[in-house]
């Protein structure tokens, strides 16, 4: 007879097996080899006209030696500096020129670069990796110009004591194997190295034979085939690159670890040796990390953020070609310490080891790592970047018995791992302990770097401060997306004006709007079994009144914790049971609702939310802990130099009172611990309502299906009676001015350059000015005005960008730059020169056309997966563009013309009356009487 546990554990596979189909990527995948060694790994998805092409290297920070560490990564930035028959520049211009993105990443095992771009481009993607694989040019001056850059981007690492913590712990726990150093090496190593060095490691590891092109998208497989033969195929392959001996020797003892440097929260950070990517206990081990940290529901959450001693907590499974970590790790909330911390996360290892899971905790686990395989479906460069991942660490045919190895995982072999692998003797252990809070520094007025007057010559909507942190979980998320599914043809040398090849198939939305007033916009796509959704209620921080005070963030953080029928818990638990995601979040202008789910529990999804937003109760104890946490957050915002120059910039722009004034830190750590449940309830009863409602969902369920859900789920939902249209108010020009602030222990300075942008969304003149700030700084930084000439040119930065947050109201244009301070006064000095000149003298006529069909090609491929048209689709609703906008961008941008784009750079640019921010160390003081004149 079968136990409970038995048929939970039997229903659940069979299920699996169902699904197995849907969710592997392998399907329909086909494999090649040249002559010449070369691995192509296609696979048709004939969704959208886009192409995801890959070229994936085995060599990373693994293959280097002491003295050289580094290299990998600095190979991949001299890469982009010209080959035989393409200048440096022009590989990334000719992307840019057909609407593609480009880029490219190293990791400890292998090295890879991708483009993004419409089908009838395959051609020339293929041409222009082909002539860099054994073509590419090394020359000494480049080398020089670019170390710089290198330079600026360890330096924005640096700043974060997560990023330090991460590389101590590594470097401890590895002291013989190539995992030991960051992968983007020991700067002593870094600015060490040759030209010749780079050329011979180049030559030993980027060759055919060590090579897989993969291929994902709108394509033939045949043609596609013989045009990577005709690109690649007569490339000679080299020597076989040497293996890499070095093994760790067993750890028989722990290790412990401390950092010390300025900051606001304490950090713990535990790993574990685990094997290799090839050993069958890997998959048992994803288990064991899903069921400590998978959302909220999980063990360490449940135990250190919910209980008020962590911020945020997770688990991570690093598995590599070689045998590799386990970690763990949290950060604290304020007055907790890592003791307790340690405490906490070993006391829920400890149980997993004495007690398997249980069955519904175990299919939870599955359900969500198979959710996001399917969900993986959704994107052809998600499939790739897995199926070029998995060739280069063991085989890509192991994607396809990865889910059946899941089905076959048992509570015992989640406790055995535990047991076997998360031991005493294995363990690291690293601990970051502030020496104190950073302390945000301004000269006195009058003093260097003091308050000066002087003269100098499709954003995402607006956040009045980025509440970006890069945690250590911020970080184990970032390293899951590169190693498994999110848990959530012209001639080349032609220039010709490209046409726009961009999708013309008519996109046909239905759009329905209930009696209660809430607008539903449903488009079916069958290609995938899942559904995205996209949302937005007229409840966002612009409706607080006086002593509200981030009322409205608090109110819609508490939606999904505790309703009249589910705790919290319940809740995170029922959503995390389908492998969905479902977020409610207040910004300036809005409350946002983002989704995703299987297809076949999109009825489920949608009664949560209903649940969510009609019936939440505001429980006190977990008001207090969700307080507790925003307090700790905006802590930690102090240890950024970035964040702290972005808040004073908008406090300068915007007046105390205004919707985009975000205040100072400490008053809003002190509002957060003011409100209380009552203020919670009138915010949400005054205006949580369906009317302003708007409901966007895309995926394999038809129109009528959605309708009758969401009918049923939020048709009976009165309206509100405090509903009112938003309204952010303009603001006058302000007189410019500068401020500096000292963040000690940084490596790098953050510069923020702006002014109130005066152009609102639906303003006509929107399109040419998107288009001249794409020239000036908002593409890519390879291609930009400003990214050629103070990255390119001058080596000063690794980023620099420039935006308008046009959206309902006349939010900031910015441009952002991180420099090593003794950099920053230079590279903001090139950019004020380069706004002047844009303001000045204008575009070119070739630089309008050229931004045109980048932006046209850039907008149509967010058409190509589900949460891409579900965003484009509420956008086009929330801003009153038209439900035809999803056709009609195109045409709207292509009419732009040079003189239109000159006369917006006229209206909107305003460098005499600018705004500039600087923080960081105190070595980045700068001279202002130079900066500004």
């Not at 997560?162 to 726990?173: C, N």
């Not at 993969?214 to 040497?242: I, M, Q, R």
């Not at 439900?883 to 941008?893: E, G, I, V």
């Amino acid at each position: 007879m079968l136990s409970r546990c038995n048929v939970v554990l039997l229903i659940f596979a069979i299920c699996l097996a169902c699904a197995e189909a849907r969710a592997d990527i392998t399907a329909g995948v086909k494999e090649t080899v040249l002559d010449n060694g070369l691995t192509i790994l296609t696979k048709e998805v004939r969704v959208a006209p886009v192409v995801s092409v890959n070229v994936f290297y085995r060599v990373g920070s693994r293959n280097e030696h002491t003295g050289i560490t580094g290299i990998s990564h600095l190979l991949e930035h001299m890469m982009f500096k010209g080959s035989q028959h393409f200048p440096q520049g022009r590989f990334e211009q000719l992307i840019h020129d057909r609407g593609g993105i480009n880029n490219a990443a190293t990791t400890t095992d292998y090295t890879y670069y991708w483009e993004l771009l419409q089908s009838d481009y395959l051609d020339l993607a293929l041409r222009l990796e082909a002539d860099r694989m054994r073509g590419a040019l090394f020359n000494a001056r480049d080398l020089v110009s670019e170390m710089p850059v290198v330079r600026s981007e360890m330096e924005g690492r640096e700043n974060s004591p997560d990023t330090l913590l991460w590389q101590l712990v590594d470097s401890t726990a590895f002291q013989a194997h190539p995992y030991q150093w960051p992968i983007i090496g020991w700067r002593s190593d870094v600015e060490a190295i040759t030209r010749d060095q780079i050329y011979a490691y180049y030559q030993k590891y980027y060759a055919p034979n060590n090579a897989t092109v993969v291929l994902v998208g709108d394509f033939d497989t045949a043609s596609a085939v013989a045009l990577v033969k005709k690109y690649f195929g007569a490339l000679k392959p080299l020597p076989k690159p040497p293996s890499v001996h070095t093994q760790e020797p067993v750890q028989r003892g722990e290790r412990t670890a401390d950092l010390s440097t300025a900051g606001s929260a304490q950090r713990v950070l535990l790993s574990w040796k685990i094997p290799s990517e090839k050993d069958p206990d890997i998959v048992a081990l994803d288990v064991l990390e899903q069921i400590l940290s998978g959302g909220r529901s999980s063990r360490i959450y449940q135990a250190l953020v919910e209980s008020g001693i962590a911020t945020d907590a997770f688990a991570y499974s690093a598995t590599r070609i070689d045998p590799s970590l386990f970690y763990a790790g949290a950060t604290a909330q304020a007055n907790r310490t890592n003791a307790e911390m340690e405490k906490a996360l070993m006391a829920e290892i400890q149980r997993v080891q004495s007690t398997p899971p249980e069955a519904e905790e175990l299919q939870r686990a599955k359900r969500q790592i198979e959710a996001a395989f399917v969900f993986s479906n959704d994107d052809v460069r998600s499939q790739a970047q897995l199926l070029g991942r998995y060739q280069m660490v063991s085989n890509w045919r192991r994607l396809s018995d990865y889910l059946p190895s899941l089905a076959r995982v048992t509570p015992a072999d989640v406790q055995r791992v535990a047991k076997k692998y998360l031991i005493p003797s294995t363990r690291t252990a690293g601990y970051f302990t502030p020496e104190g809070p950073p302390v945000a520094e301004r000269p006195a007025p009058g003093s260097p770097g003091g308050p000066a007057n002087y003269r100098t010559g499709d954003r995402p909507p607006l956040v009045p401060v980025s509440n970006q942190k890069r945690t250590g979980a911020a970080i184990a998320q970032q390293q899951k997306q590169k190693t498994k599914p999110p848990t959530s043809a012209n001639s080349a040398t032609n220039a010709a004006p490209v046409p726009d090849r961009s999708p013309r198939r008519a996109i046909k939305p239905v759009r329905y709007t209930l009696g209660n007033g809430v607008v539903l916009i449903v488009l079916n796509n069958p290609a995938n079994s899942s559904v995205s959704i996209s949302g937005s209620l007229n409840a966002g921080g612009w409706l607080e009144g006086p002593g509200e005070k981030n009322v409205s963030d608090v109110t819609a953080d508490m939606l999904s914790r505790g309703t009249a029928t589910r705790t919290s818990l319940q809740f995170a638990s029922a959503v995390e049971d389908m492998g969905a995601a479902l977020s409610i979040s207040s910004e300036v202008e809005s409350t946002r609702i983002t989704g995703r789910c299987l297809s076949r529990d999109f009825e489920k999804w949608t009664a949560l939310l209903a649940d969510a937003l009609r019936n939440p109760v505001f429980p006190e104890q977990d008001l207090e802990r969700l307080k507790a946490q925003d307090v700790s957050f905006l802590q930690q915002q102090k240890e950024s130099p970035a964040a702290l120059a972005e808040r004073e910039f908008m406090n300068r722009l915007y007046p105390e009172g205004h919707p985009y004034h975000p205040g100072d830190i400490d008053k809003d750590i002190q509002s957060y611990k003011t409100i209380t449940a009552q203020d919670l309830k009138r915010f949400h009863n005054r205006y949580y309502g369906p009317k302003g409602m708007i409901l966007t969902v895309v995926g394999d369920v038809t129109p009528e299906q959605v309708k009758a859900v969401v009918e049923q789920q939020l048709g009976g939902w009165p309206a509100q009676d405090g509903y009112r249209q938003t309204q952010i108010p303009d603001v006058p020009a302000r007189n410019s001015s500068f401020d500096y602030i000292r963040v000690p222990d940084k490596s790098q300075t953050n510069a923020v350059y702006g002014w109130p942008g005066g152009l609102k969304r639906s303003d006509k003149t929107y399109y040419a000015a998107v288009v001249m700030n794409e020239i000036l700084g908002g593409g890519s930084v390879l291609t930009s005005r400003l990214g050629q000439s103070i990255r390119g040119k001058m080596g000063l930065v690794y980023d620099v960008g420039t935006g308008f947050q046009a959206t309902l109201g006349e939010g900031p244009w910015e441009a952002t730059l991180g420099a090593n301070p003794a950099n920053a006064e230079k590279a903001v000095r090139e950019l004020i020169r380069g706004v002047d000149l844009m303001k000045s003298k204008g575009p070119t006529q070739e630089e309008v056309r050229v931004a045109k069909q980048y932006i046209v090609g850039v907008l149509s491929l967010r058409l190509a997966t589900n949460a891409g048209v579900a965003g484009f689709l509420l956008s086009s609703e929330f801003y009153n563009l038209g439900l035809d906008y999803l056709n009609t961008f195109r045409d709207l941008y292509g009419s732009v013309t040079a003189a239109q784009v000159t006369e917006a750079a006229r209206k909107y640019l305003h460098p005499e009356s600018a705004t500039l921010v600087v923080a960081g160390p105190a070595e980045s003081f700068p001279d202002v009487t130079k900066i500004s004149q």
